[in-house]
């Protein structure tokens, strides 16, 4: 038990790293939110959007993640960061 104990105590650090970057991804997202606002720019960015999930497949790809599963995370995250900006 011991050692399932250490792994979860891992799991858990790495969990809050993961919620560091969120929280960082997430303030740099209202940055650009007003930014867009101020130069009258639209929320929604679909070339930009593409983009990041091209980025993240093949980020995905060469780290042997589900792809699919990775990209339904990143909707996820890209939906947070278009509200954020709203």
Known sequence: MQEI???RKSIDEVDEQILLLLSKRMEICRLIGAVKRKHGLPVKDLPREN?????VRKKAEELGLDVAWVERVYQQIVNMCISIQE
């Not at 983009?51 to 980025?55: E, I, L, P, Q, S």
């Open 5 to 7: 104990q250490q792994l």
């Open 51 to 55: 983009d990041v999930y091209a980025r």
